[in-house]
């Protein structure tokens, strides 16, 4: 028994090529049937992800079984040229392995890829699609990823602006629940930071824009409060975190106007995230006790060092991972003949 | 049997201690079970420990300088094994660790006085007086403990460069209430204890009392400050770590001066 692996991912593709190829939940059933008519196939997974368009198969035929699936996949090309990648045996294990780790994602690390191989494991068992060849290599895979995770750095750190900003609001108020958030200016990297935020319970958000109508229609989105943005300072008393993304030339938060307002602030911590280029806020603001503040390159820089101790973890994932392919190859040597 | 346990204490928290910081230095540091499970089995053996000496001295075994400085270091296990869990502070084992094997190295190799017999505490309300200001000491050091924590995690916010401690320490808010209510710990346990020493009318030395004094008095306008917002939470954590150098230095000297005569 072999096992193959075919397809399309974003190491070698486009965006645009890679979306003729996405197979919807609509198609799966269609998919999964069409593979399982080819002769000498045993068992087949889909796995279609917005990176990547992968088949996993079985079978004791390997040859023109990788034929047959590749003829699948040029059927869906409508006479693009793509670029397909086809592997079996030992190397397709080991990047069943590596894709369930994270470490063949666009971001190294990132976890997502785990529960969209789990739910495509799950609908190719569920439709019956699946061999205890299959079964075994998907199940070795979770256990795989689950290791690499705990045993190693690779999933350390925020990698990008607004889960950076999470992050951070994290370290300084623990839960994000009841806590406020307001908005100077309404870029599309503040609400996506806003959102983040908001998905990990902060209560309310105020969104403050020299054009009302576009602060009202964000605040109505996400579901806050808009205010005129020559009034913000009112609105400030209970606010915990200050995200700013205007288009001033000059600092509109400054050490001067944020001292009266802290004031009255409780002595709550106050997180100042200024997206803004030029900034916002005034550098020595940072200086003010419980006040911090966070420029875009400060965190990009964040961002950048959680990407390199994940690049530096790769080494022993891989060795990890190899240990497992060794375990799994074994496995498949003692047990050559499917078993339904 | 006495010394095996405190030996056997100190080589267990030098290699809890030598492995948080091997990972810290790998940049694999894990808030694991490690400082939590080498603290447990310290408390047991210094329990043990205090329960043999207490049979030989036939009192709370804090009649020495010796004594002391091993009780103290009982009551800041007892006093993290009981808050640290309950305020789920990643990391305050960590820096637990080194303070008490601090105090078990000074016990053991420091030249102390280990000379108990000769003056035993006999009267209860004194006995009770010593030992529960002994265990107020205990939550100051949590206190000061939970103060580094806190001005190193604002250093480490403040600098905005990431890096392994951010990740580990607990959020700076969580630091700064457990500051607090450690020092409230502290100050009750500490009320309490001067409390029985009045009602037992024992003989103080003037330079002991006015020491402990302003040690009660420091902490007492510590939580008053804080309780009506004029002490940032970063001066009450600073002002933490003072309290506690002051009064790791002071304590041997009113040691000296308690001891009956």
């Known amino acids: ?340 | 049997m006495q010394s095996v346990l405190l030996i056997a204490s100190t080589v267990i928290l030098l290699g809890s201690l030598g492995y948080t910081l091997f990972r810290l230095s790998s940049g694999r540091l894990r808030p694991g079970r490690t400082n939590l499970s080498a603290l447990i089995i310290v408390f047991i053996l210094l329990s043990a420990d205090l329960w043999l000496r207490g049979q030989i001295q036939r009192s709370c075994p804090i009649n020495s300088l010796f004594d002391v400085v091993v009780f103290t270091a009982w009551s800041t296990t007892l006093i993290y094994l009981l808050v640290g869990s309950a305020y789920r502070l990643s990391l305050l084992g960590a820096f637990t660790t080194p303070l008490v094997l601090f105090l078990l190295l000074t016990a053991e190799f420091a030249p102390l006085d280990r000379s108990p017999a000769m003056r035993a505490i006999r009267d209860p309300w004194i006995e009770f007086h010593a030992s529960l200001s002994l265990i107020a000491y205990g939550a100051f050091a949590l206190a000061g403990l939970a103060g580094v924590m806190y001005l190193i995690q604002d250093r480490q916010l403040k600098k905005r460069k990431g890096g392994t401690l951010l990740y580990h320490l607990p959020p700076i808010t969580d630091l700064g209430i457990a500051n607090t209510r450690l020092i409230w710990l502290g100050l009750a346990l500490l009320t309490i204890a001067f409390a029985a020493g009045f009602v037992s009318g024992m003989q103080v030395n003037t330079i002991k009392f006015w020491t402990s004094a302003t040690i009660w008095f420091a902490y007492a306008l510590m939580v008053v400050l804080r309780q009506i917002h004029t002490l940032a939470p970063r001066r009450t954590a600073t002002l933490s770590v003072v309290a506690l150098a002051f009064i790791l230095i002071t304590l041997p000297a009113i040691q000296h001066l308690s001891a009956p005569k």
């Open chain 1, 1 to 340: 028994m072999t096992i193959l692996c075919a397809g399309i991912n974003h190491r070698d593709a486009a965006l645009e090529i890679r979306e003729k190829f996405a197979i919807g939940d609509h198609e799966l059933v269609e998919t999964l049937n069409h593979l399982r008519a080819i002769e000498g196939l045993s068992g087949a997974v889909v796995v279609s992800t917005c990176n990547r368009v992968e088949l996993y198969a079985s079978s004791i035929t390997p040859a023109p079984v990788m034929n047959a699936i590749q003829q699948f996949l040029r059927s869906r090309t409508s006479g693009l040229e793509a670029p397909f990648f086809t592997k079996d045996s030992l190397p397709s294990v080991r990047h069943l392995f590596r894709v369930a780790s994270g470490l063949d994602s666009m971001v190294v690390g990132e976890t997502e890829i785990l529960g969209q191989l789990k739910q495509a494991y799950s609908a190719a068992a569920g439709h019956g699609s699946t061999n205890a060849h299959l079964n075994k290599l998907f199940q070795h895979a979770f256990r795989v990823a689950k290791q690499v995770r705990t045993e190693t750095n690779i999933t350390r750190g925020a990698t990008s602006v607004g889960s950076v900003a999470v992050d951070l609001a994290g370290k300084i108020f623990g839960d994000l629940g009841g806590r406020k958030v307001m908005l100077l200016g309404a870029g599309d990297t503040s609400e996506r930071v806003a959102r983040s935020l908001v998905s990990r319970g902060v209560r309310t958000v105020i969104v403050a824009n020299r054009t009302f109508d576009r602060a009202a229609a964000l605040a109505d989105q996400i579901g806050g409060l808009a205010v005129h943005f020559d009034h913000w300072h009112t609105a400030f008393d209970e606010v915990d975190i200050l995200i700013c993304s205007t288009a001033s030339p000059h600092p509109i938060v400054t050490r001067e106007k944020l001292e009266p307002i802290l004031r009255r602030h409780s002595e709550r911590p106050l997180f100042i995230i200024d997206l803004a280029v030029p900034r916002d806020v005034a550098a020595s603001v940072n200086e003010l006790d419980n006040v911090y503040l966070y420029d875009i390159d400060s965190i990009e820089k964040i961002a950048n060092q959680s990407l390199n101790i994940r690049q530096a973890e790769v080494v022993r994932c891989e060795a990890l991972i190899d240990t497992h392919v060794t375990d799994f190859m074994h496995w498949m040597r003692n047990h050559p003949t499917p078993t339904l």
